[in-house]
């Protein structure tokens, strides 16, 4: 048998700190040995939408700049299918990343 010799504290609340002492119950496992099964069965998946925030903010500034300009009658008519098109990719994007997290 292995000896463990590290130590992890967490901190919970009450009631995460109950539910884990059941669920660990039920699998008739200690406390221990039930976090570190979960711990290495289950992936995490880290995802990283800084990216398509910062495409949104870009998309949303251009635009304000159209609507500024229009509403100052600088110009006439706006036509919006590059905005199209980019909001169609972040949405592709979002698709997938709502897959993989399924």
Known sequence: MRTRNRVISIRATEIEYGLIKKLAAESKLSVTDYLIKCAMSKKINVIDIKPLYV???????NVNQLARLANSER??????SAVMDE?????????KI???CS
């Open 98 to 100: 709502s897959k993989r």
């Open 87 to 95: 909001l169609n990719k972040i949405y592709s994007e979002i698709q």
């Open 75 to 80: 110009i006439n008519a706006v036509n919006l």
């Open 55 to 61: 495409e949104v903010k870009r998309i949303g500034n």
